[in-house]
């Protein structure tokens, strides 16, 4: 059994900063591409930001420049540092994580259950 845990949410005021973080742990023989989502309500879940294994990063438009993905394969962590937040961005943030469980073939898509990121005006 695999599981991702977030944390480092909370409430901050326009412009400040957060760095979230996600660990994983269980079953793991190898993770793949681990990224950040984020779901505000009544919106569908998006896309913030992912790496790859090798550290290749790619991110949604609105965040370049002002977030940084980054992770430690060491501690199979991913973390997510977030400046100059606006109050749009207020959301739950999800880690997601492609993980192989064993040394057979095959991978598997694993879900945090979100950290709760609230950007005051």
């Known amino acids: 059994q695999v599981q991702l845990v977030e944390s480092g949410g909370g409430l901050v005021q326009a412009g400040g900063s957060l760095r979230l973080s996600c660990t994983a742990s269980?079953?793991?023989?190898?993770?793949?591409?681990m990224g950040w989502y984020r779901q505000a309500p009544g919106k569908q879940r998006e896309l913030v930001a992912t790496i790859t294994s090798g550290g290749s990063t790619d991110y949604t438009d609105s965040v370049k420049g002002r977030f940084t993905i980054s992770r430690d394969n060491a501690k199979n962590a991913v973390y997510l540092q977030m400046n100059s937040l606006k109050p749009e961005e207020s959301a739950v943030y999800y880690c997601?994580?492609?993980?192989?469980?064993?040394?057979?073939?095959?991978?598997?898509?694993?879900w945090g259950k979100g950290t709760l990121v609230t950007v005051s005006p």
């Open positions: 997601n994580a492609e993980i192989r469980a064993t040394i057979l073939p095959g991978s598997k898509t694993y």
């Open positions: 269980g079953s793991i023989f190898r993770i793949n591409d």
